[in-house]
């Protein structure tokens, strides 16, 4: 699958806010202190499973992730408080083969001359209702971020993690994502009118720190116990 025009936009957030929303065993990810919760659109571009053929809808799509990041048993990774998508086929399969909470959501997005006006309204569903509109603009491109930097850690991340029923309660699950390292861009935020985050259960203030990127190359891997 490709990942195109995407933005980050992270915020600061105190651990103790975030720490009841994350499911034990994870550890919340820290850096600097502070844990951090992410707005994350971009389109999904090309997206295929291996040994299913290429379905209507699910190729090409809209998606906004709400994230934060943890570690499990050494390895660092996202939790993801939501992932809206624009069809039904992603939501379905996400929800059932990943245990993730994927949300059915109507899209309107408009490109023009390097500024992207991007909105979403949840579809009624068993999810918090919840909005989105944001309007940025991609700057210029930003060296490649270097390991131990705040780019870096908001950034480069190579596991998702999910849990499922056991006969001992809840497991945690983990899922590899490979990539190269993320060609980020600055990016100018416009406009923000949002209740995704809310929706998860934290409120946030003050600019986020904001990057773009124009494309990545992505591959994702099947549920396992880390």
Known sequence: ???????????????????????????????DGSAWIALVPFRMEHSAFRGIPRLPGLANFYECNVRTYARFRGKAGVWFFSLDAQTLLPVIGGRRLWSLNYVYSVFNVIRTDGVTDYSLQRRRGPWHAGRTHIKWRSGE?????????????????????????????????????????????????????????EAAGVKVSGPPIAYASDHLEVQGYALREP
């Open 1 to 31: 699958m490709n990942w195109a025009n995407l933005l980050f936009l992270h915020w600061r957030v105190d651990p103790g806010l975030i720490r009841p929303l994350v499911p034990e065993p994870l550890e919340l990810d820290l850096f």
């Open 141 to 197: 491109v930003l060296p490649q971020a270097q390991p131990g930097s705040l780019e870096h850690f908001l950034t480069e991340r190579y596991w998702l993690f999910t849990r499922r029923p056991s006969r001992g309660g809840m497991r945690i699950m983990a899922g590899e994502v490979r990539h190269k390292p993320w060609p980020l861009r600055s990016a100018e935020l416009l406009h923000l009118d949002d209740t995704l985050i």
